[in-house]
């Protein structure tokens, strides 16, 4: 019997479950581990099921890991402890069938975020950049995605700080570039899922463009700290820089709130180049 928690979209755990141990801390603080990361960060290149051995620090015992891929991305990992026996190779066999399984279904659920994110998309582009001239248009389309006119909102421009250097560094493809971006995507939509609030998000060029709904005034403070956090954790040696705008209401009014983002993105450069 046990469970299985995913972090940050990208990996499935499955945990024993035992009464006491290391398993009842929480699966963040294990996978965030230093140990843990840096077995992540090396996986990145296996194709084939691989076993990795205890961590003597952390009370585990032998895991076997399985990539999750589709194509030659890979989409995730599913990690088995071997908690009774050690897992033979029918094991792996029947664990490979299941993260093709798992691939399949998480590149249709991909497939289908990523069509709408389209839709989004090109509403914000028409919005942002005045290609909409009827208010009926903008409130129809906006009701489809669920976009709220008397609700607050906050427009954030984000770049990521010196990609091609990264890229260079990493040695990273377009594919790679491609998930990057829409790790940064998946995160913020994670993170202020988590306070009731939704992430409406376009791409301008290399920014990414959101709009938060609802919000206050104090909420790009707890956000921004909090996804700044995940985005080094996740990508050891990217930053981001954020500019925000004032909290707002009305479609309207976001067009001034996404110049107010961009100066203050631009201004946030200038202080701290």
């Not at 972090?7 to 965030?32: H, I």
């Not at 989409?75 to 071997?82: A, D, P």
Request: proline content about 4%.
């Amino acid at each position: 019997m046990g469970w299985t928690e995913k972090s940050a979209g990208s990996m499935s755990v499955t945990y024993p479950n035992p009464p006491g141990g290391w398993w009842e801390r929480k699966p963040e603080r294990f996978l965030d581990h230093p140990t843990i990361r840096k077995e992540i960060l090396q996986l990145t290149s296996d194709k084939k099921p691989s076993r990795l051995g205890p961590v003597t620090e952390l009370e585990t015992m032998s895991r076997v890991v399985v990539p999750v891929m589709a194509g030659t991305e890979h989409l995730g990992y599913v990690f088995v402890l071997e908690v009774e026996r050690e897992l033979q190779e029918q094991d792996f066999v029947t664990l490979e069938q299941a993260a093709t399984i798992i691939a399949l279904e998480m590149s249709k659920n991909i497939a289908i975020l990523e069509a709408r994110r389209r839709v989004e998309g090109n509403f914000l582009d028409d919005l942002f950049f005045g290609q909409i001239e009827s208010e009926d248009m903008i409130s129809r389309r906006a009701a489809y995605l669920g976009l709220d006119p008397d609700l607050s909102s906050m427009v954030a421009v984000v770049d990521i700080d010196r990609l091609e250097e990264y890229i260079r560094h990493q040695k990273a493809n377009e594919g790679s570039i491609q998930k990057i971006r829409r790790d940064i995507r998946d995160l913020i939509a994670a993170v202020v899922a988590d306070r009731g609030v939704r992430a409406f998000m376009t791409e301008a060029g290399d920014s990414l463009i959101v709009v938060f709904q609802p919000v206050d005034s104090s909420f790009h403070e707890e956000i921004l700290e909090e996804l700044l956090n995940r985005v080094s954790k996740k990508h050891q040696g990217l930053s981001l820089s954020i500019g925000v705008s004032p909290v707002t209401k009305g479609f309207r009014n976001l067009t001034l709130s996404f110049t107010k983002a961009k100066q203050s993105l631009l201004l946030g450069k200038k202080i701290f180049p």
